[in-house]
């Protein structure tokens, strides 16, 4: 179906504003998705920050309680008689006052001599713990602690119910032979006690058990997040993990209670607990997807114990981009449509024009010259096409006109050509025939002068026969040739098959009657021909083709040098060859090969070339359907190939 130009101009337009348009979507897809990505990432990255600055506060705070106790007169007092149930419940008072989980004295040897939290346990020694040590040499030191069981239950209280926790099976998460978690992890500070004189005598600790303290968790959320929601849930959450399990968080499952127990993911547990790093992407949390952001957690001696979370809801921001989509969408196809519209008036314009000339050049092509196609009123190539269009229709006309007046003169002329060359090729015809008979007719009567049939012959006149039969054998070899052509000029040289044996009926024939002309040049004859070999062909051209051939061999060959006769059966057809050491041709030589009146290399002494052997040779040989070629090596062989079907 043909498709006018302008349609193929609006669709080709169509085709590139859709592969722009789509190739624009997927990258303003990908930068939507990649700028909102950074940009969320960058925000919860804040959002950390934030949660790490409260939980310092936590920490300043509870160092600050610490050092102003250590100076004061409850402490003083205590010190004095640490079995006063009065000094004991002064400091408990301050401890509920200040939020302490726990508050405890140890002497200058470690051992506890106070508890503020019930049953008070005392006498045990802390020397080992790395804050009660440090804080004994003289150090205030904070920050997270794990305690085991056994110390949660000596500080007294619900601390080591608190802490107690089953993990529950989370999607994800890295397989723990533990299936839950008795220790605990506590924001503590130490400070070393002294006496008026500034002796050590003894340190000061207290501690925030974290597990469970869902207090700090959406305190820290509170802060950070302002209590916002989206679509009914929490914009972002807060977890404080102990390892890779939630001890306090704001995370909810599915049936509304808070995530403890739950784990993180194997990502996260590789990266920030086994490697130490922070890890800041799109994160599946317990029930749904969170931009997030985990910092590894370290006691105070590096050691990493846990993981600080805060996490966006990546609904929020998923949001965000298909809005984004939805607005970049709709100004794209706004701006398609407007361009295709744009690019269809374009498209009709610019092909109008050529339509008038495509119409007017058919109308040409029929004859139809008399013709002037209306200028279009833009100056452009358009407008300088059309005129030049004009010019040449108007240029055509003329050249018609002084076409037909020399055609008519020029069909008088062809007739006597044709005239002329059908009277050449009779003559040549004519003339080939008759001088070959009567050359025949010489050549006979000097080969019986040569054999001595009439009778013997002195020196002298044996050598002028011989000379006389050498040249009318050349004579006789010319005139076939011209006959030949003429035969094929006129279309007479027709093959006449019929069943044959190639070797007995042709070779055999041409290397009797050039036998002694070979042996004269002490040539070699090598033959890799059968026997026999049956075949439906015409004896009388195939012999002319080898009588060619080998007459080629022997004009151009090296004297005492080699011609084969070389044969190769193939798929379909059978492969001859006659090859002979000699000079050979180059490649454009071999090119020029087989034309007719060609002549190329020196003449060789005693041989004439009428530089038609070879193109007799190839056309008898097509005539068989079959081909010829020729393969050289100069100065040194030549191979002519020819192949006949099978």
Same mark, same amino acid.
């Given at each position: 179906?043909?498709?006018?130009?302008?349609?193929?101009?609006?669709?080709?337009?169509?085709?590139?504003?859709?592969?722009?348009?789509?190739?624009?979507?997927?990258?303003?897809?990908?930068?939507?998705?990649?700028?909102?990505?950074?940009?969320?990432?960058?925000?919860?990255?804040?959002?950390?920050?934030?949660?790490?600055?409260?939980?310092?506060?936590?920490?300043?705070?509870?160092?600050?309680?610490?050092?102003?106790?250590?100076?004061?007169?409850?402490?003083?007092?205590?010190?004095?008689?640490?079995?006063?149930?009065?000094?004991?419940?002064?400091?408990?008072?301050?401890?509920?006052?200040?939020?302490?989980?726990?508050?405890?004295?140890?002497?200058?040897?470690?051992?506890?001599?106070?508890?503020?939290?019930?049953?008070?346990?005392?006498?045990?020694?802390?020397?080992?713990?790395?804050?009660?040590?440090?804080?004994?040499?003289?150090?205030?030191?904070?920050?997270?602690?794990?305690?085991?069981?056994?110390?949660?239950?000596?500080?007294?209280?619900?601390?080591?119910?608190?802490?107690?926790?089953?993990?529950?099976?989370?999607?994800?998460?890295?397989?723990?032979?533990?299936?839950?978690?008795?220790?605990?992890?506590?924001?503590?500070?130490?400070?070393?006690?002294?006496?008026?004189?500034?002796?050590?005598?003894?340190?000061?600790?207290?501690?925030?058990?974290?597990?469970?303290?869902?207090?700090?968790?959406?305190?820290?959320?509170?802060?950070?997040?302002?209590?916002?929601?989206?679509?009914?849930?929490?914009?972002?959450?807060?977890?404080?993990?102990?390892?890779?399990?939630?001890?306090?968080?704001?995370?909810?499952?599915?049936?509304?209670?808070?995530?403890?127990?739950?784990?993180?993911?194997?990502?996260?547990?590789?990266?920030?607990?086994?490697?130490?790093?922070?890890?800041?992407?799109?994160?599946?949390?317990?029930?749904?997807?969170?931009?997030?952001?985990?910092?590894?957690?370290?006691?105070?001696?590096?050691?990493?114990?846990?993981?600080?979370?805060?996490?966006?809801?990546?609904?929020?921001?998923?949001?965000?981009?298909?809005?984004?989509?939805?607005?970049?969408?709709?100004?794209?196809?706004?701006?398609?449509?407007?361009?295709?519209?744009?690019?269809?008036?374009?498209?009709?314009?610019?092909?109008?024009?050529?339509?008038?000339?495509?119409?007017?050049?058919?109308?040409?092509?029929?004859?139809?010259?008399?013709?002037?196609?209306?200028?279009?009123?833009?100056?452009?190539?358009?407008?300088?096409?059309?005129?030049?269009?004009?010019?040449?229709?108007?240029?055509?006309?003329?050249?018609?006109?002084?076409?037909?007046?020399?055609?008519?003169?020029?069909?008088?002329?062809?007739?006597?050509?044709?005239?002329?060359?059908?009277?050449?090729?009779?003559?040549?015809?004519?003339?080939?025939?008759?001088?070959?008979?009567?050359?025949?007719?010489?050549?006979?009567?000097?080969?019986?002068?040569?054999?001595?049939?009439?009778?013997?012959?002195?020196?002298?006149?044996?050598?002028?026969?011989?000379?006389?039969?050498?040249? #009318?054998?050349?004579? &006789?070899?010319?005139?076939?040739?011209? @006959?030949?052509? +003429?035969?094929? /000029? %006129? !279309?007479?040289?027709?093959?006449?098959?019929?069943?044959?044996?190639? #070797?007995?009926?042709? &070779?055999?024939?041409?290397?009797?009657? @050039?036998?002694? +002309?070979?042996? /004269? %040049? !002490?040539?070699?004859?090598?033959?890799?021909?059968?026997?026999?070999?049956?075949?439906?062909?015409?004896?009388?051209?195939?012999?002319?083709?080898?009588?060619?051939?080998?007459?080629?061999?022997?004009?151009?060959?090296?004297?005492?040098?080699?011609?084969?006769?070389?044969?190769?059966?193939?798929?379909?057809?059978?492969?001859?060859?006659?090859?002979?050491?000699?000079?050979?041709?180059?490649?454009?030589?071999?090119?020029?090969?087989?034309?007719?009146?060609?002549?190329?290399?020196?003449?060789?002494?005693?041989?004439?070339?009428?530089?038609?052997?070879?193109?007799?040779?190839?056309?008898?040989?097509?005539?068989?359907?079959?081909?010829?070629?020729?393969?050289?090596?100069?100065?040194?062989?030549?191979?002519?190939?020819?192949?006949?079907?099978?």
């Amino acid at each position: 179906m043909r498709i006018p130009v302008y349609k193929r101009i609006f669709l080709n337009f169509v085709l590139v504003i859709v592969l722009f348009g789509v190739m624009g979507a997927i990258l303003s897809a990908s930068l939507i998705s990649r700028n909102t990505l950074n940009e969320a990432q960058r925000r919860v990255s804040l959002d950390l920050r934030a949660a790490w600055s409260i939980i310092q506060g936590e920490i300043d705070g509870l160092r600050l309680f610490v050092e102003v106790l250590t100076g004061g007169s409850r402490v003083a007092n205590a010190y004095t008689d640490p079995r006063s149930s009065a000094y004991r419940a002064a400091l408990e008072a301050v401890r509920r006052k200040c939020g302490f989980d726990f508050l405890s004295l140890t002497d200058s040897q470690g051992q506890v001599i106070l508890r503020t939290l019930e049953p008070y346990r005392t006498a045990d020694y802390l020397s080992n713990d790395p804050m009660i040590r440090q804080a004994l040499q003289g150090k205030t030191v904070s920050g997270f602690v794990l305690l085991g069981p056994q110390r949660l239950h000596a500080e007294g209280g619900d601390l080591e119910e608190r802490a107690f926790m089953v993990f529950k099976p989370t999607a994800k998460a890295k397989p723990r032979a533990k299936t839950s978690e008795s220790s605990g992890m506590v924001l503590m500070t130490s400070a070393p006690v002294r006496d008026d004189k500034g002796t050590i005598i003894g340190a000061l600790y207290a501690g925030v058990l974290l597990n469970r303290n869902h207090a700090l968790a959406d305190k820290i959320r509170s802060i950070v997040f302002e209590d916002k929601t989206y679509d009914g849930k929490d914009l972002g959450t807060v977890t404080i993990f102990q390892w890779d399990a939630r001890i306090a968080t704001n995370v909810m499952t599915a049936d509304g209670n808070r995530a403890i127990g739950t784990r993180v993911s194997s990502d996260v547990y590789e990266k920030v607990l086994e490697n130490d790093r922070n890890w800041y992407d799109r994160a599946f949390v317990v029930n749904d997807w969170y931009i997030s952001a985990y910092d590894p957690i370290h006691d105070i001696e590096g050691k990493v114990i846990g993981i600080l979370y805060v996490g966006v809801l990546a609904k929020k921001y998923d949001d965000i981009k298909r809005s984004l989509w939805k607005l970049y969408g709709a100004v794209s196809i706004g701006v398609v449509l407007f361009v295709l519209a744009v690019g269809f008036i374009f498209s009709r314009r610019l092909t109008g024009s050529l339509s008038r000339l495509a119409d007017a050049a058919g109308r040409i092509a029929h004859g139809e010259l008399d013709l002037k196609v209306p200028e279009p009123s833009t100056d452009d190539e358009v407008l300088d096409l059309t005129r030049s269009f004009n010019a040449m229709a108007s240029s055509l006309r003329d050249r018609d006109e002084r076409l037909r007046k020399a055609n008519t003169e020029l069909e008088g002329a062809n007739a006597s050509l044709q005239q002329i060359n059908a009277n050449y090729l009779d003559m040549l015809g004519f003339v080939s025939h008759e001088l070959k008979n009567t050359l025949g007719v010489i050549y006979t009567s000097a080969h019986a002068l040569d054999t001595g049939i009439t009778g013997p012959l002195t020196k002298n006149q044996g050598a002028l026969v011989k000379n006389i039969s050498k040249s #009318i054998d050349r004579a &006789v070899r010319m005139t076939r040739n011209y @006959l030949d052509l +003429a035969r094929i /000029e %006129k !279309g007479e040289l027709i093959v006449q098959p019929k069943p044959i044996d190639l #070797i007995s009926d042709v &070779v055999s024939h041409v290397i009797d009657e @050039l036998g002694q +002309a070979i042996e /004269e %040049k !002490g040539m070699k004859l090598e033959s890799e021909l059968p026997e026999s070999m049956p075949y439906s062909g015409d004896p009388d051209l195939l012999q002319i083709v080898y009588k060619n051939l080998l007459h080629n061999a022997l004009k151009y060959g090296m004297e005492n040098g080699t011609i084969r006769l070389g044969f190769r059966e193939e798929e379909t057809a059978y492969r001859f060859e006659v090859w002979n050491q000699g000079k050979g041709l180059s490649h454009d030589e071999i090119e020029r090969l087989f034309q007719r009146f060609v002549r190329l290399g020196d003449e060789v002494k005693g041989y004439r070339s009428t530089g038609l052997g070879l193109f007799i040779t190839k056309e008898i040989i097509e005539k068989h359907g079959g081909a010829i070629r020729a393969e050289s090596q100069p100065g040194e062989w030549i191979n002519f190939i020819f192949t006949l079907p099978k």
